[in-house]
């Protein structure tokens, strides 16, 4: 199945060509059409899968862009995903010129407020700032016509289910909801039942890898030195066709500025680059032209891409399934691929967990030396030079041939031949790659979630009283939406319509609620 089969309009038709996606993932293909026609959805699936595109495009082609209210609003656990998530939306909708904005804790309230006198159709937001939102009636949910959670289980796990429910009660009862979560537990169901009317089930299993088709290493390494590690790397493995996966876009545009002043065929994609940029760069990927592509996970997610031999993690993710969503690139149809992963001391949790998820173990592999590395280049000369062989005529040459011998021996003219034909030592031309900011610390699941700010996960702040984030979670950011200044709404004082969701006549009445979950395989 392509994208092109899917009931999309052409301007959505024409960014997701130009995004380079062509096969939809397994939750877009059984999610997309169920969404196209109004039903409401409950999907299992792991981050990396490519939900935002499965709830995102169908939103997008239901929206009214000449209708300035909110149409779709998407609730997020953390600001990070909510961040993230806009900037998909509004790359996939920018071709159709749907508004899109995000709100979310630890920001100026002020700046948001002005920006949504712009009359967004579609708003991405954590629950705690939405909140503030809807109280200050910045934004009103009464033309909402698209619902969606996101990650619903680490919303449920941070203690967020009464702010849901408060934002579910502003919206309008005939609403359609979309309900994505990696788990479900019997809370999530029990959400089913409330709030949704006989909602589609689809569960995707997350990716298995073929072991045997994909060899995975683990260079254990200081954050300063991963650069110069990833260059040796690359002259001794010297692959045909790469990708090296970057936790931010401020990685991806130094790793790819670096390795191209060291004279390596390489680009960098991410979602801040104008589509006509992107798809060039795709392009001359697919081509050949490109050798090795750095990209950060939302901006390769759908990319159908045959070819790739090595994948590199320069920076290992957060999430193990998209270690796996990374990896996958390679060892496709049968093909032999590999992998390599970066990994810093204190990172090496993060990697015991990938381990868990993918059952096998990550082989320790010793960074090439400088020795190591040059003679991967010669190697690679001396290809070249057998091919050149084989294209040239001698004869043609045959005087000048006989006049380059008479002044030089043979293995001086191999050996000007190779020196011509090696690459430069490329660690002579210094590179600088800002750190970014370590991962936090993984407890093993004995120890609550940490912020992006460094605090502990914990109860819920205000008068409401909710139970603390005791459970554990890979995703060391998926922070509540705490917010720690002066524009933190008064939560406790925060008034809740809660018997608006429950009316006896209205469509989600759970007296009256028919639950049926179909499964799709």
Avoid: C
Avoid at 56 to 68: F, K, Q, R, T, W
Avoid at 127 to 144: A, F, S
Avoid at 485 to 497: A, L, M, T, V
């Amino acid at each position: 199945m392509k994208f092109t089969d899917f009931d999309l309009s052409d301007e959505l038709q024409k960014t997701i060509q130009e995004s380079g996606y062509e096969t939809p993932t397994p939750i877009q293909e059984q999610t997309i059409p169920h969404v196209l026609a109004g039903k409401d959805i409950i999907g299992q699936a792991q981050t990396g899968t490519g939900k935002t595109a499965a709830f995102g495009l169908p939103i997008l082609e239901h929206v009214d862009v000449n209708n300035s209210n909110v149409q779709a609003l998407v609730v997020s656990p953390t600001r990070e995903l909510a961040i993230q998530t806009q900037e998909e939306l509004y790359r996939l909708g920018r071709a159709k010129h749907v508004k899109v904005q995000v709100v979310y804790g630890g920001a100026d309230i002020r700046r948001q407020i002005k920006n949504l006198k712009n009359h967004p159709q579609i708003i991405v937001g954590t629950p705690g700032r939405l909140l503030d939102h809807i109280r200050r009636h910045t934004i009103k949910l009464e033309n909402v016509q698209t619902l969606v959670l996101d990650e619903a289980d680490d919303m449920l796990d941070m203690g967020f289910l009464p702010d849901i429910e408060s934002i579910i009660s502003e919206t309008p009862d005939s609403r359609q909801t979309l309900l994505f979560s990696a788990t479900m537990p019997p809370a999530m169901k029990k959400i089913g039942v409330k709030f949704m009317t006989n909602p589609e089930q689809i569960t995707v299993k997350s990716k298995e890898l073929t072991a045997d088709l994909v060899d995975q290493y683990y260079i254990k390494s200081k954050e300063f030195e991963k650069f110069d590690m990833l260059t040796r790397v690359l002259d001794v493995q010297n692959p045909a066709l790469a990708l090296v996966f970057g936790r931010t876009k401020r990685r991806v545009d130094e790793v790819s500025r670096g390795l191209e002043a060291r004279g390596y065929n390489a680009a960098g994609i991410h979602g801040d680059l104008t589509q006509q940029r992107r798809s060039s760069i795709l392009q001359k990927f697919r081509n050949g032209q490109i050798d090795i592509l750095v990209a950060t996970d939302v901006a390769a997610r759908g990319l159908d891409i045959s070819g790739v031999t090595h994948v590199y993690n320069y920076d290992i993710p957060q999430d193990p399934d998209s270690y796996v969503h990374r990896i996958g690139r390679t060892g496709r149809a049968g093909a032999h691929g590999v992998s390599v992963t970066f990994v810093t001391p204190w990172e090496m949790d993060y990697l015991r967990e990938v381990e868990k998820l993918t059952k096998k173990r990550m082989l320790p592999l010793k960074p090439p030396t400088d020795e190591e590395a040059f003679q991967g280049r010669v190697t690679l000369a001396e290809k070249e030079i057998e091919e050149l062989v084989s294209k040239t005529h001698e004869d043609q040459f045959s005087d000048q041939t006989k006049e380059l011998l008479e002044k030089y021996t043979p293995e001086q003219l191999v050996a000007a031949l190779l020196s011509s034909k090696t690459k430069a030592d490329s660690s002579q031309v210094k590179v600088r790659i800002t750190p970014e900011r370590p991962l936090p610390k993984h407890k093993g699941g004995k120890g609550g979630n940490y912020h992006g700010n460094g605090h502990r996960g914990g109860g819920y702040r205000g008068n409401n009283k909710r139970r603390s984030n005791s459970s554990s979670s890979y995703r060391g950011n998926r922070d509540r939406d705490n917010n720690h200044g002066k524009s933190d709404r008064n939560r406790g004082n925060y008034k809740k319509n809660s018997g608006s969701s429950n009316n006896s006549g209205n469509r989600h009445s759970s007296s009256n609620r028919k639950f049926t979950i179909r499964e799709h395989n």
